[in-house]
């Protein structure tokens, strides 16, 4: 089942929901105001093939190591 963001037009938070295909509408309220003034957040589509080599590097895409910048300066890669 996918999981859709909704934007809150009151508070300005996101909240998110799982949607199963063919189920029915529910109610949708922000989980930190409550309304119901709710709009949905286009997604970002990520596509990834069998040849990508992606995996090997990392979360940044840098060949470099993630204990420098702009990685990060904590030894932990935060992008």
């Known amino acids: 089942m996918p999981i859709y963001e909704y934007s809150c037009k009151k508070c300005r938070g996101v909240t998110d929901f799982l949607e ?3 189920a ?3 109610k949708k309220v922000c989980k930190h105001c ?4 709710l709009v949905r957040i286009p997604s970002v589509c990520s596509i990834s093939s ?3 080599r992606a995996g090997d590097l990392p979360c940044c895409g ?3 190591n993630c204990d420098t910048l702009p990685c990060s300066d904590r030894g ?3 992008k």
């Open 62 to 64: 840098s060949a470099g």
């Open 76 to 78: 932990v890669c935060e």
């Open 24 to 26: 029915g509408e529910e």
């Open 50 to 52: 069998s040849d990508n």
């Open 34 to 37: 409550g309304s119901s003034q």
């Open 20 to 22: 199963g295909v063919g």
